[in-house]
C-alpha cells in the first residue's frame, strides 16, 4: 500500500511540474520576448523613391503610384497603389486600369531617410534611394 501511494505522488509531482512548464511556456510565448524582427518607422517611407529606371512615390496617407521610365511612362501615366507596412511586411496593392486590384508583398531590409531596400519571396531585390 505504501508502495501504490509513494508511487501515485511521484505521478502526481511530475505531473504538477509537467502542468508548471506548459503554463510558463504559454506565458512566455504570449510575450515578445522572441520576436527579434524589425520594426520599421513607415514615417520614412513617404516621398519619391527611384532604382535605376523605376519609381514609387508613397504619401504618408497609405496611396502612391509606381512607373517606369524604361516603359516610357511618365508620372502622369503612373500605376496607383495603395500601401502597409506592418514591422516588416510591405504590401503594395496595384490598382488595374481595366479593374481588379494585384497585392505584392515584399520583406523590407532597410529603411532610412536615403535607402529604402526590400525583397519578394521570389528572390528579387529592389534598392531604391529618396528622391525628393
Not at 505521478?11 to 510558463?24: A, M, R, S
Not at 513607415?42 to 527611384?50: E, I
Not at 502622369?76 to 511586411?89: D, H, V
Not at 529592389?126 to 525628393?132: A, G, N, R
Amino acid at each position: 500500500m505504501k508502495k501504490t501511494t509513494h508511487i501515485n505522488q511521484k505521478i502526481k509531482n511530475i505531473l504538477q511540474f509537467g502542468l508548471f512548464v506548459c503554463c510558463i511556456a504559454i506565458l512566455m510565448s504570449s510575450c515578445d520576448l522572441f520576436n527579434r524582427k524589425e520594426k520599421f518607422d513607415k514615417t520614412l517611407l513617404s516621398g519619391c523613391w527611384v532604382s535605376g529606371t523605376l519609381y514609387e512615390y508613397y504619401n504618408a496617407d497609405g496611396t502612391g503610384h509606381t512607373w517606369d521610365i524604361l516603359d516610357d511612362v511618365t508620372e502622369e501615366e503612373a500605376q496607383p497603389f495603395t500601401w502597409t507596412l506592418e514591422k516588416r511586411t510591405l504590401t503594395q496593392i496595384h490598382q488595374m486600369e481595366m479593374g481588379g486590384n494585384v497585392p505584392k508583398i515584399y520583406t523590407v531590409t532597410k529603411l532610412n531617410a536615403t535607402t529604402l531596400e526590400y525583397h519578394d519571396d521570389y528572390g528579387k531585390y529592389y534598392t531604391f534611394t529618396k528622391e525628393k
